[in-house]
């Protein structure tokens, strides 16, 4: 599947995403991002990633996600962290993987059917990025990463 890039700002729509999700839950979404950042990348298939990581973040977490956006090494990389209980080394080795629902025996209610996180990995892939879980830097929970190449606009 090839895709079409544009060049979009990423601040801006990673901000109006935040102001939707954020009428349907009652954790606090903050943005961290000190400067517009704009990306080339096929837009609604990045912002389906983030919108996926986000609600999956508002099911497990607590009070807080933090969503901290930056470049690094000619890479763009978007970190989504909630204060949920986090995963364990077993779950971070294949939360990516369709049909792999972590919280089947828990808590029916919110237990999905293990596809939006497997998707994340194929939009990702997609655009020649990566994903994966990470050691939190500001909160207690889970930390999921995206990473980027940073291509000529």
């Known amino acids: ?11 801006a729509s990673i901000q109006g995403l935040i102001e939707q999700l954020q009428s349907i839950s009652t954790c606090q979404l ?4 000190d400067e517009p950042i704009y990306i080339k990348a096929h837009e609604s298939y990045l912002i389906r990633a983030l919108q996926n990581l986000i609600t999956n973040a ?11 956006v930056g470049q690094v090494n000619r890479q763009i990389q978007i970190r989504v962290e909630d204060d ?10 294949y ?8 919280e089947q ?17 194929r939009i990702v892939l997609l655009h020649g990025g990566k994903a994966f879980v990470d050691e939190p830097v500001e909160l207690s929970g889970a930390s999921f990463v995206l990473v980027f190449p940073l291509r000529s606009i």
């Open 1 to 11: 599947m090839q895709l079409s890039f544009e060049s979009f700002d990423l601040k």
């Open 95 to 102: 939360v990516f993987e369709p049909f792999q629902v972590l």
């Open 30 to 33: 903050i943005l961290k991002m």
């Open 84 to 93: 949920g209980i986090g995963l364990t080394d077993v779950q971070k080795q």
């Open 105 to 121: 025996s828990r808590n029916k209610k919110l237990a999905g059917h293990g596809l939006g996180l497997a998707i994340v990995k």
């Open 58 to 68: 508002q099911r497990y977490g607590k009070d807080k996600i933090v969503i901290i």
